[in-house]
């Protein structure tokens, strides 16, 4: 990644507060790790900044390219229409032009969490803790 | 992890395949790197198994210990709620017994995955993905 990229981590939402802890506490970490990064958040429902303003905030960064990444474990209705809707990218070029500063900045929509071993690896620990806490 | 212990996945379950097909794959990954855990998986809606279904598939498995862990990202209503009632387990201890093949087998609610080094590094790994498809 040589040119300045951000990543806009996109959040369900929820009238609960967990949801959007858990998508701010992964935005953190990954900005924390990959400095180079520029990470945001958005969400779709009952928490702000919502996608269209998390997209905003990358107004002065410089950023040329930004990834929505869904912080959703799977593909759903949100994912495959709602969020593409919501961010004017079509299900099929996965990609879009938006003007931040005046300037075109390439938006590209990643795919969800899924089936990964680190997934497996997170279930496991949990697992795990909840044995030796017992 | 000394005696025989049982992983149930729990899946929020969706009209979609792909919730089913997440969990499912997650609860794959678990068991084949950890073969001596009997991993199974129930779902809340719209796919089976139930969750009581999970539960009972550990029937004849001779685990002593079976750990429900929530494929979840967050808390929320689900986890918080509906999920330990259909368990029969109270958010306070968080365990019960449950009877197998007329023996008595503890089941102990974990956490959903929650902020994780894991989650932000395989989102960092979705969002390097659409970047080089791209």
Same mark, same amino acid.
């Given at each position: ?5 951000g ?23 990954? +900005?924390r790790?990959y400095?180079?990064? #520029? ?10 900044? @919502? ?5 905003? +905030?990358?107004?002065? @960064?410089?950023? +040329? @390219?930004?990834?929505?990444?869904p ?18 990218? +079509?299900?099929?070029?996965?990609? @879009? ?7 075109? #900045? ?29």
């Amino acid at each position: 990644m040589n040119e300045k990229i951000g990543i806009l981590a996109l959040g369900h939402g929820s009238k609960h507060p967990h949801n959007k802890d858990v998508v701010t506490g992964v935005a953190e970490l990954i +900005s924390r790790k990959y400095k180079n990064i #520029v990470v945001r958040t958005g969400f779709m429902n009952m928490n702000s900044p @919502t996608m269209k303003e998390g997209l905003e +905030s990358f107004k002065g @960064t410089g950023v +040329s @390219t930004i990834v929505a990444v869904p912080i959703f474990l799977a593909h759903g209705v949100h994912t495959m229409e709602d969020i593409p809707q919501i961010l004017g990218i +079509s299900r099929d070029s996965r990609e @879009t032009i938006i003007k931040l500063d005046g300037r075109d #900045v390439k938006l590209i929509y990643s795919e969800p969490l899924g089936v990964d071993e680190l997934v497996a690896e997170l279930a496991y620990k949990r697992a795990k803790e909840a044995l030796s806490s017992n």
